[in-house]
């Protein structure tokens, strides 16, 4: 009996020692958050011999300021929406993409700008079209999935929820650059123009520039974003892949988050962004083999051409294009910065 009493006093002992020293257990075994930021600034025939060393380094330089502004914000513990969005306002400030200032220009000379956003926790969405003076578009889709009851608006509705919402709206010469005067008038002057056909190279080489983001938090949260002009010489209120949720963008943080660039008829047609995510969950696919069947299989068997950014819920990273180039950059889970135009 005395025996059996110091059996049970010396195991109850044992237990509270392991139950007190518990916690600092779990402190230690506790595995680094992996997070990571992927971007791209267009694909189409990005070569290098149609680039200057100047031109080079420009692209080089915004694309590395853009995606270190999301990657502190990842860093520090933010949301990947918020890199998304602030990633992304540096390249619609920028006059080199086709997205907010230096946006291509309409048949009528004007800029039309489409955006979206989309929240892999919750699966929220918020998108805008056509809008004509709301200076960064992606702050437009962002305030629609946060503050309306809404997932897309567009054209004057949309420009008048972005002034109750206070946004910075500017006059449209704003957004006017020379260069994209000159791709209008190269586009109207060629055969293409006149016999309205998109399988021209001019005017298919004419729309590159939309710029995406796509992001992985520190508490696991995806978020991907597109903002666009769309289409060199676009009429009749022409909308793109990039607004539309599940085409252009998509962001599910059971799958990968998603940003598309390219031809967009096709990309709506193919529901690309959305279709890797599909594939990763229904068929189980890595996220390198579903946007390889998409973009190097499914989108030229249409006819079309373009690329993607994705990220898993792992950090994994993924820039897939089936154009000679693709303005792209990455910041992976071990810190490392890459930047790409042409094919590797
Ligand atoms: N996908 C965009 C659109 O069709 C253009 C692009 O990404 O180059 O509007």
Not at 137 to 150: E, F, G, Q, V
Not at 290 to 297: E, G, L, S, Y
Request: proline share 3%.
């Amino acid at each position: 009996m005395k025996n059996l009493l110091l059996l049970a006093t010396i195991s109850f002992l044992m237990l509270s020692c392991k139950k007190m020293a518990e916690p600092e257990t779990k402190v230690e075994v506790q595995q680094s958050v992996p997070y990571s930021i992927v971007i791209h600034g267009g694909a189409g025939s990005i070569i290098k011999e149609n680039m200057t060393p100047e031109k080079e380094k420009a692209y080089q330089q915004k694309l590395e300021e853009a995606i270190k502004v999301g990657y502190a914000i990842l860093k520090k513990g933010g949301t990947s929406l918020d890199a998304v969005q602030k990633t992304i306002n540096i390249l619609e400030d920028s006059p080199l993409f086709n997205a907010g200032k230096g946006a291509v220009l309409t048949y009528e000379g004007i800029n039309e700008h489409d955006a979206s956003i989309m929240d892999g926790k919750t699966l929220k969405a918020g998108a805008s079209t056509g809008t004509k003076t709301v200076k960064n578009p992606i702050n437009l889709a962002r305030a629609i999935m946060d503050t309306s009851p809404h997932v897309m608006l567009s054209g004057s509705g949309a420009e008048l929820f972005a002034k109750e919402q206070g946004m910075e709206l500017v006059d449209p010469s704003y957004f006017v650059t020379e260069s994209k005067i000159d791709a209008l008038n190269k586009v109207k002057a060629s055969k293409a123009n006149k016999t309205a056909s998109l399988y021209d190279a001019d005017i298919k080489d004419s729309k590159f520039g939309t710029v995406g983001c796509v992001a992985l938090d520190k508490n696991g949260n995806l978020a991907a974003g597109t903002s666009t002009g769309g289409m060199t010489n676009k009429r009749w209120g022409r909308i793109g892949d990039s607004p539309i949720i599940g085409a252009g963008t998509y962001a599910n943080n059971n799958t990968c988050a998603v940003s598309c660039t390219g031809w967009g008829e096709f990309f709506i047609r193919s529901v690309v962004a959305h279709d890797i995510s599909a594939l990763m969950d229904y068929k189980g696919l890595p996220l390198k083999e579903a946007a390889q069947d998409v973009v190097q299989n499914k989108i030229p068997k249409l006819g079309g051409d373009g690329g993607i950014i994705a990220i898993d819920k792992y950090g994994n990273i993924v820039m897939e294009f089936n154009t000679p180039g693709m303005f792209r950059a990455s910041i992976d889970h071990e810190g490392e910065l890459y930047i790409g135009m042409y094919k590797d």
